[in-house]
C-alpha cells in the first residue's frame, strides 16, 4: 500500500506537469503572433519543433532513467535547470518578427530538454510504487487533483499575469511555482515503495522496437496522441476563440476555467466509472463527450458566448476522464508487460509516451497556426494593432472547434480496438 505522504509528494509534481503544458499551450502562439509580430506559421514553427526535440531526448532519458537505480535525482536535476529557462523564453528583448521567434524558440527548446529529465522518470515511478490494478488508479487520483489545481491555477493566472504586469513577469512567477513543485516531488517521494524496477535497454533503437512489439501499448499510444492533438489545439486556440469569436479577450480565462475545472470535480466520478464500465468503456464516454462539445462549440457565433461557456464545460468533464485514464491504463500496460514479459521496462514506455504525446500535444498549436496562415490571419503587436478579415476569424472558428472534434473521433474509433481489461491483468497477476 502507498502512504498517503507519498501519493501527496508525487501527486505535487503535476503542478510542474501541469503547468508547464498549460502556459505555453494556451499563451505562446498567441504570445509570438499577437505580441512579437511573428507571422502564424512561423509562430507555429517555434512551438513546435523544441518539442520536436522529445522525440529523442525523451527515450534517452527513459534509457538513463532505467540504468540509474533510483529516479528521483533525474526529478532534481530536472528542478534546477527547467525554472529559469522557462522564464527567459517569456523575456524576450524589444524584438520582433523572426529575431524574436529565434529568442523565444531557443529558451522554449532549453526548457523542454530541462522538462524531459523531470518528466520521463515521474511518468515512471507509479508502476514501480504497486503491482495493483486498482490501486493504480486511486495513485492516479491524487496526481490528477493536483494536476487539475495546477492547470485550473496556471490557466487562471497567467492570462491575467500577462494581460497586466506583462509575459516577464508572468514567466518568473511561473517559474518559481515549477520550482516548488519539482523540489516538492523531490522530497516528498524519498519514502516511496518500489515494487520493481525497469531494466535498460541497450538502445534507442532497441527501444523502439520494445514497442513496437506491444500491441496494447500501440494502441494506446495511437488513441490518446488523437486526443492530445485535440487538447492541445483547443488549448491553443482558447485566446483566439475569446479575442475573436467570443469578442472578450479576457474570456480566455473563463473558457479555460470551463475546460479544467471539471478535473477537480468529476475525479471520483471517473475513477466509479472506471470500475463500473473498465477503463476502455470509461475511456469511450469521456472522449464522446470531448467530441459533442467541440463540434457544437462552432454555432457559438449565433448562440453567443454563455453557450460557448456551456460547450466547453461539456469538454472539460470529458477531458477529465481522458486525462485520468491515459495514465492510468498506461500503467495498466506497463504492468501486463512485466506480468507476460518477466522483465521491468517502465522507462522504455514512459519515455517514449511522453515523447510522443509532448509532440504531438504542441502539434496541435503547430496545426492551429497553419490553419490561421490560410485564413489569412495577420499579426501584430500592441502597439499596432489590426483589424482582421473575416476569412481569418472564420479559421479561428473551425480550427478550435471542427478540427479537435475530428481528431476525437479518431481517438474513439482506437479506443474501441484496445483490449487490456481488469480481467486479463486479473489473469496474469
Avoid at 93 to 99: A, C, D, Q, S
Avoid at 400 to 429: D, E, F, I
Amino acid at each position: 500500500m502507498v502512504p498517503r505522504s507519498v501519493r501527496i509528494g508525487y501527486g505535487i509534481g503535476s503542478f510542474c506537469t501541469g503547468t508547464f503544458s498549460t502556459v505555453p499551450g494556451l499563451l505562446l502562439l498567441f504570445y509570438l503572433t499577437n505580441h512579437l509580430a511573428v507571422p502564424a506559421w512561423l509562430a507555429g514553427v517555434v512551438v513546435f519543433a523544441p518539442k520536436a526535440w522529445d522525440m529523442l531526448i525523451n527515450p534517452f532519458v527513459g534509457q538513463l532513467s532505467d540504468r540509474g537505480g533510483s529516479r528521483r535525482p533525474w526529478l532534481l536535476a530536472g528542478a534546477l535547470a527547467l525554472p529559469p529557462a522557462f522564464a527567459l523564453t517569456f523575456a524576450a528583448p524589444e524584438l520582433r518578427g523572426v529575431p524574436a521567434a529565434l529568442y523565444v524558440g531557443a529558451f522554449f527548446f532549453l526548457a523542454a530538454t530541462a522538462y524531459a529529465f523531470f518528466e520521463v522518470p515521474y511518468k515512471a515511478m507509479p508502476a514501480e510504487m504497486t503491482d495493483d490494478y486498482h490501486e493504480r488508479s486511486s495513485l492516479l487520483q491524487w496526481r490528477m487533483i493536483f494536476l487539475g489545481m495546477a492547470i485550473l491555477l496556471s490557466g487562471a493566472v497567467a492570462p491575467v499575469l500577462a494581460g497586466g504586469p506583462g509575459y516577464h513577469v508572468m514567466g518568473v512567477v511561473v517559474g518559481v511555482v515549477l520550482l516548488a513543485a519539482m523540489l516538492g516531488t523531490y522530497a516528498g517521494t524519498a519514502r516511496a515503495p518500489v515494487v520493481g524496477h525497469s531494466e535498460a535497454e541497450p538502445s534507442l533503437a532497441r527501444q523502439l522496437a520494445v514497442a513496437r512489439t506491444n500491441k496494447h501499448f500501440l494502441t494506446l499510444l495511437g488513441l490518446s496522441c488523437a486526443q492530445m492533438l485535440a487538447a492541445g489545439t483547443m488549448l491553443a486556440a482558447a485566446p483566439y476563440l475569446a479575442t475573436y469569436v467570443v469578442g472578450d479577450p479576457e474570456a480566455t480565462t473563463t473558457l479555460f476555467a470551463s475546460l479544467v475545472g471539471p478535473i477537480l470535480l468529476t475525479m471520483p466520478l471517473w475513477v466509479w466509472l472506471a470500475r463500473r464500465l473498465d477503463k476502455k468503456g470509461a475511456m469511450l464516454l469521456s472522449s464522446a463527450l470531448f467530441l459533442a462539445g467541440a463540434a457544437a462549440l462552432v454555432l457559438t457565433p449565433a448562440l453567443g458566448a454563455v453557450y460557448a461557456h456551456l460547450c466547453v464545460l461539456v469538454v472539460g468533464v470529458g477531458y477529465a476522464g481522458i486525462q485520468l485514464l491515459q495514465f492510468s491504463m498506461m500503467a495498466d500496460v506497463i504492468a501486463h508487460d512485466n506480468a507476460t514479459t518477466g522483465r521491468r521496462r517502465a522507462g522504455v514506455f514512459t519515455g517514449l509516451w511522453t515523447a510522443c504525446e509532448t509532440v504531438v500535444f504542441a502539434l496541435g498549436a503547430l496545426v492551429l497556426s497553419w490553419v490561421l496562415g490560410w485564413g489569412g490571419f495577420i499579426e501584430s503587436d500592441p502597439a499596432t494593432p489590426v483589424r482582421q478579415p473575416d476569412s481569418a476569424i472564420l479559421a479561428v472558428q473551425l480550427g478550435g472547434t471542427l478540427l479537435p472534434a475530428a481528431c476525437v473521433a479518431v481517438a474513439l474509433a482506437l479506443t474501441l480496438r484496445y483490449r487490456l481489461t481488469a480481467a486479463q491483468m486479473a489473469a496474469r497477476s
